[in-house]
C-alpha cells in the first residue's frame, strides 16, 4: 500500500484543473456554495442534473443480449431452454444497474450539501458497504470504505458520502482507483484541509478462481494534505478504522 503510487500528490492538485470554482469569502452564500466540478474522462457518459441513482430506470440493450447469448451458446448451454430464455434481457439490464454510476452528475449530487462551517475537526464516517465489478473479471468486488477530512471552512452533508462511495463503486473499477477517485471528489468539492479514504475490499475474481484466496483483503488507501504530511493526523484516523473492526 502506497499513497503515494496514484500520482496525484498534495502539491500538484491545483495544477490539475479540478474545475473548482474557487468564490470569495465575501460572496459566499452562508449555507451554500456552488462547486463547479469536472471529475473524469467519463464525463461524456454523464446525464446533467442527475444527482442521484435513485429513479434512474434500466432497460436491456439488443447489442448486450446478443452477446450474452453468445457467450451462453459457446460455454456448451442451450440459450433457448427455459430457466435462461430471459437471461439475456435480464444480464442486460443488470450491467444498466450496475453500471449507472457512470451516468450521475457529481455536481448535481453534491452542489446542494456543501455548507460553511466554522469546524475545523476530523469528520469521518465509516463502514460504508460498497458493492462493485472488477475490470479485469467483471466479477463483483465488495466491502467497506472509511473517509474522513479536515474542513477548511466547508462541509458536505454527511448521508452525501456514502453516495459519492456508490457513485465511483457503480462503474467497472480497480479498488485502487475507486479509492483515489473518493478522495479526489471530496478533496476537490471541500477544498479541506486533508482527504483520507481506506476501502477494503473481497474480490470474488480472487474467491471464486485461480488461487481461491477466500478470505484475504485487499486495502487500499488514499491521503491528501494533513493526512498525508502529519502521521498523527494520519494514526488517529487509523486508529477510528481499526476501532471499526472490533465491532466485528
Ligand atoms: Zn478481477
Known amino acids: 500500500m502506497n499513497p503515494n503510487s496514484n500520482g ?19 460572496k459566499q452564500p452562508s449555507s451554500k456554495t456552488i462547486v463547479d466540478f469536472v471529475p473524469s474522462e467519463y ?18 440493450n439488443d447489442q448486450i443480449e446478443a452477446a450474452v447469448q453468445t457467450i451462453l451458446h459457446e460455454i456448451g448451454e442451450d440459450p433457448q431452454r427455459e ?11 443488470m450491467y444498466a444497474e450496475l453500471t449507472a454510476g457512470y451516468r450521475v452528475d457529481p455536481a ?18 465509516k463502514d460504508i458497504d460498497f458493492t462493485s465489478l472488477c475490470e479485469h473479471h467483471m466479477l463483483p468486488f465488495m466491502g467497506r470504505v472509511h473517509v474522513a477530512y479536515i474542513p477548511n471552512g466547508k462541509v458536505i452533508g454527511l448521508s452525501k458520502i456514502p453516495r459519492i462511495v456508490e457513485m ?10 475507486m479509492t483515489v477517485q473518493i478522495a479526489d471528489l471530496i478533496d476537490a468539492a471541500l477544498q479541506p484541509l486533508g482527504v483520507a479514504v481506506v476501502a477494503e475490499g473481497v474480490h470474488m475474481c480472487s474467491v471464486m478462481r485461480g488461487v481461491k484466496k477466500a478470505n484475504a483483503k ?18 488517529e484516523f ?6 471499526a473492526h472490533d465491532h466485528e
Do not use: C, W
Not at 464525463?43 to 436491456?60: A, Y
Not at 452542489?111 to 464516517?125: G, H, K, L, Q
Not at 487509523?238 to 476501532?243: A, E, F, W
Open 83 to 93: 430457466g435462461l430464455r430471459n437471461t439475456p434481457s435480464r444480464v442486460a439490464k
Open 43 to 60: 464525463d461524456d457518459l454523464v446525464v446533467p442534473g442527475q444527482g442521484k441513482l435513485e429513479g434512474m430506470t434500466f432497460t436491456s
Open 8 to 26: 496525484h500528490t498534495n502539491e500538484n492538485r491545483h495544477a490539475r484543473g479540478n474545475g473548482v470554482t474557487d468564490i470569495p469569502e465575501s
Open 108 to 125: 448535481a449530487m453534491i452542489n446542494d450539501a456543501i455548507f460553511t462551517v466554522d469546524y475545523d475537526e476530523m469528520v469521518m464516517v
Open 168 to 177: 465511483f463503486a457503480r462503474r467497472l473499477q480497480v479498488q485502487e482507483r
Open 238 to 243: 487509523m486508529g477510528h478504522v481499526d476501532r
Open 218 to 235: 485487499m486495502i487500499t488507501s488514499a491521503m491528501r494534505g494533513v493526512f498525508r504530511s502529519d502521521p498523527k493526523t494520519r494514526a
